[in-house]
C-alpha cells in the first residue's frame, strides 16, 4: 500500500524521489518522507499528511545528494504522525518499508534489552535497529542486512543505506512488491512501475527472498541468504502519458472514459471468430485439464469479489460447473475444500492483495489448479499463478477501480466461453455469437459514457442524502453491490447493495421518502421482478432512480428519474449498467468537495493482511 522510491546515481536524488513518489500517491497514504547521503552526512525530512507539506518542508531545508530513499507510508502499526513516517534511523542505517513485521514485539523487546531506544510506535523501526545491531558484529553493511532479515518474520519490501558506506543502497523483498530500474549510470528502487517509468523502461521484478546490493551504481542479485542470481530485464511499453490525467479534472473521470479503449484492448489478438473461440495465450491449462474441473473456486476482495460474483453468473451459466465466489481474507481460514478437480481463479488488479496471494498459495499447497486475471504484468499473483489473463486496462491511478473492474469482467466472460468451449458447453455458433458482441460492446460502453451530463444532474439532486440503497438481481446484483462501494469509497455517504428480492427481509425498513433507491432494471429475464421491488419502494416513499432499458416507458412513468442505457445482451450487461453508477459516486464526490483520487483511509493495492 506504501510508496517506495530509491535512487543512485549522478544526479540530485531528491526531486527524483519527489516525482517518484508522487506517481505513487494514488496507493494511499498518511505522511511521506526523504533520506538522501552526501559527503557522508545524512539528511532526513519527513512530514505528516500529503506529500506538499514535504516538498514545503524540503523547501526551506533543501536536501543534496544522489543516492537517497522516499517513502508515502499508510499507517499500519502506529498512529499517523511526523515521529512514525518515514524513513526511519538508528545509528547509521536508514530503512523505507512496506509490509508488516509479524515478529516485531519480541524483536523490539530484545533490541531493548540491548540498550535500544525507539522513536516510534512502528514495526520498521525495528529492522533499522536490528540492521545496526547486527552491522557491530558483521562489520559489514550489506551482511549485516542479511543478518537482520533472516530474523524477520512477516511481509516487507525493504530500502536502506548505511552512513557509514554512503556509496551503497540495498533492497529486498518478501510478500511486498519492489521492482528495480535500470538506467546509464543511475538506477532506481519502487514499489511500482510507475514510480520510475519516466526514467526507465528495463524493469527487473524482485522475487520474494531476494536481495539487491548497488555498490558504486552496479546492482548485484541474490537471495538474501547469499546465493548470487542472475536476473534479466524486462521492457516495459507502458506509455508515460497513460498515468497523466490527460485534460480530466481527476484521474478516475479519466479512467471512466477510457473504458471503451481498455475494453478493446483487452479483447485484441483474442478472439478467433471463425471458430467461436477466444485464444488466451498465457492461460496455460489445456482442454483436457479444463475438462477434469468439477468446481471452480473465485477468490477475491473489494472490487475483484464483485466482477467475480458476475463471474460465477457467467462459469454455470455457460460452462454448467459449480462456482462459489470467496472473499480472500477468509478462504484460507475457513480450511477450504479443494482438490485437483478444483481450478481457483484469483482476482486482482495489482496481483500484490496479499490476502489474494495467501489464498493462491493455500490453494496450490491443496494441489488446486489456479489461474490469475491481473492487470500488472509480472505480479506476484501472475506470476506464481499456473496460467493468467492479463487484463490490458493500463495503469489505474485513481483508487476507487473502474476500468479495471470493466476490464476484469471482460476477462472472466473471455474466460468463460474458453471453459465452455473446452467442456463443450459451448459450441461453435453460440460462441461466434458471444464474439460478435463482445467485439460491439466497447461501442456500447461509448453510448453509456453520453448519460454523463444528465448523472451529474442526478448528482445535484442527491448529494445531501445521507444513505443510498442499490438494488438489482441476477449479474445487476453485483453491479449494485459495486456501485454502493463506489459512492462509499469516494464521497463517505453510507450506501448498500443488496438483492432486489431480498429488500422485503429487512432493508425495506429502512426506506422512507428521504432514501434515494437506486435500482437496476434493464430489459432482461429479471425485468417484471424488479419492476415490481421498485413498485415496492416507491409505495414506502423511497426516491427511485431507476438504471434501465432506453425508451422502457413503464420504468420511465414510475421512477423520480431514469438514466437509461443502450440494449446490450444479458451477459454484457454488466460493463454497461457499471458506467452510470461509476459517475454518480463521482459526481456527488465531487459536488461534495471530497478527494475523488485518493480518497480517505483507502490505497490502492492492499499488500499487508
Known sequence: MCGIVGYIGSQQATPIIIDGLRRLEYRGYDSAGVCTIADGCVEIRRSEGKLVNLERLIADRPLSGSIGIGHTR???HGRPSEANAHPHQAGSVIVVHNGIIENYLPLKEMLKGRGCIFKS??????IAHLVADRLKEAGDFEKAVRLALGEVRGAYAVCILCQSEPDTMIAAKQGAPMVVGLGNNEHFIASDIPAIL?????????????MVVFRNGEPVFSLVTGELLEKKPRHIDWSSLMAEKGGYKHFMLKEIFEQPRAVRDTITGRLMEEQGDVFLEDMQLSD????????VCVVACGTSWHSGLVGKFLVEELCRVPTEVDIASEFRYRNPVINDKTLLLLISQSGETADTLAALREGKSRGAKNVAICNVVDSSIARESNGVIYTHAGPEIGVASTKAFVTQLVALYLFALRFGQARGTIDRERGQRMLADLVHSPSIVEEALKLDPQVEKVARTYMTARDFLYLGRGTSYPIALEGALKLKEIS??????YPAGEMKHGPIALIDENMPVVVLVPKDRHYEKVVSNMEEVIARGGRVIAVCTEGDEEVRAKAEVTLEIPPVPEDLLPLVLSVPLQLLAYHVAVLKGT???QPRNLAKSVTVE
Open 121 to 126: 510506535d512502528t514495526d520498521t523501526e525495528v
Open 74 to 76: 499508510w499507517a499500519t
Open 288 to 295: 483436457e485439464e479444463l475438462r477434469s474441473v468439477d468446481r
Open 198 to 210: 519516466s526514467h526507465t523502461r528495463e524493469m527487473v521484478f524482485m522475487e520474494d527472498g531476494e
Open 595 to 597: 478527494d475523488v483520487d
Open 492 to 497: 463517505y455517504i453510507h450506501a448498500e447493495g
